[in-house]
């Protein structure tokens, strides 16, 4: 079901609806013992969540396919990652914070090597420290484009943020990464004639980082991709008559909530402190999205152990999401990060969803394989949203 | 897969077809027992299907979306709900029998109150009686407009149906109900240049029948909405190659299967008239849709026993349905409508297919849970119709 139909449904009330998103949340079965790390961990909480709630595993975009970040957010919040697309540039300056506006144009660089002749010799300079990456970018901010603000921000290593700030700015620009070696950055093409003059700004940056960058090797060029602009995603709180607010330690989380319209609270860096900024501010919203990390990171480690006590230390907190009494409380990831395959993977991801008005499962524990045999199923990730509202009691009877 | 590829694949044999409908089939478990009205009830005839059949749980419109009786019926019809819609004032005339032909423009109408400034204070004009409501419908059937006739016919309390009969009625014309009090009622504006005229006409109407309510407080006036004609949905039998038979004791039900094509039975005001119809006209047709209605009305009644006991009925009913010898039985509801909700609602609904084809799975019982453990596992309910066809062998290879 589209937004646009949901929308036309929604009605509010006073329900709170809690959704705790536990980053990479499926895993793999370590070979020793045939255990995944939510198999293997002692997590009481979700256990009894399952028990009294509705279980299965979601599909964040399609089956077989790995999401990033954004896409597997982006179908939790209930849009159809397929559909609404963000730009690499925008989830880069989402990624580091950067207070990215409507006009701004923003791509995502890389420092690269290029011999005498120009020609890419390493297309990540050899992965400089990011110190030199600071260094790099502070050169380059000098940089002036008529009519343009310019700014260069370091990411990490040879990744770093390019954002063209002013009037007029279009999308619709090639990539200059020609995404090889032994061939020569290209220039910046306007993929439609509305971004002919963009595309010249662009080439100008480029023109003058090269003469800044010339005695820098192995950084001594750049590459640029994702040109994008801020997407023009419908706002949750108009499809959804939600009250969002979003409660994540890490930028990137809290760029895709800024996306969607929540509003993003401030917090410390440790879910104890998402837990008390969600006490906090319980009275002001109807609807918290609670971000968890350290399981997608420990899974991106490739660790396994590490993995499982990150699991049951976000699975202590749940206990105190459920003393705030939410009328509805989903536990669900953005996608799986098995430490076996240490990244992101395609694998379903477990989820359950807790109401009055639920219609509990006979699942009892909560992991991959319990949740498969859930009365959910293995079902879209974008139909966690609709799921929610309904729960809440939001949502009024389609047809007659 | 839509419509137009079951055609293609479609072949004629001599098998038939049974889809019972149990109204608001699925249930919630009360509280006292942990136990859903399914597994309250002592259904000995609907355990044994399921024991013989493939069971899963249909999806109506979306996960979390709650159906109408129309969206739900066409589902099991094969009709995608979201894009086969059918307008409130068609469902309002099917609801009451009234003979809709393919010209008619049809609006759900409400009496209301206005003050002396024309502000609507009341929506529901008190929730005049029905015997009130009738007479006002014949005060309103002496309006008189050019070139189209008129029909205003009671429905209950505050509701009727007014259908404008005449060449030329265009769909398109905005509600001129506010949804709100407070305010007056709107005039009827065309969301499109065609519908001018029509527009014209329904403010006739309303003017003439604002005279001749001004004196019949607090019933004074009238606000109408979900104007539509006929939908022209393809035919069930151009689909299906199916000769398909209707026996519903409630006219709603009737209504939505002339919508698609169905040859509507006459039948008695009981499940077991309804069986001795299907088994004098067992001949006729291979395709027989048997509605019942109580399970439905109890659950909207919130009353658990009382749908215990329907569902009792109903499962003694099929007994007498399994003696026809179908080569294809399926149960279905079009929703779920919980006791406990006092209303339709999202959640997913028990459904069982019995052929001899049908690769039973393991589920030994028909209630919520077991079903979700079934072979279809949580699938849209417009799978329901390709899967019989299947399960009757009227369905070609797709493909080479």
Redesign the interface.
Known sequence: ?NLE?IRE?VVKNDTKIVLLVIDGLGGLPRPETGRTELEEADTINLDRLAYDGLC?VTVPVALGVTPGSGPGHLALFGYDPLKYRVGRGVLEALGIDFDLRKQDLAARGNFCTVDSQGVITDRRAGRISTETCVALCEALSGITLPGVQVFVQPVREHRFLLVLRGEGLVEGIADTDPQRVGATPLPAQPEKPEAQATAGLINEFVAQARERLADKHPANMLLLRGFSKWPDLPLMGDVSGLNAAAIAVYPMYRGLAKLVGMTVLPTGTTIEDELATAQERWNDFDFFFIHYKTTDSRGEDGDYDAKVAAIEEVDHALAGIRDLAPDVLMVAGDHSTPSLLAGHSWHPVPFVIWSR?C????VEAFDENSCY???????PAT?V???????AQR??????
Chains 1, 2 share one sequence.
């Open positions: 079901m139909d449904l299965g008005w219609r509990r499962d006979g045999a859930g009365g959910l199923g293995v079902f139909s949203l609709p799921l929610a509202l309904a729960n949502l009024m009877k389609y047809g007659a």
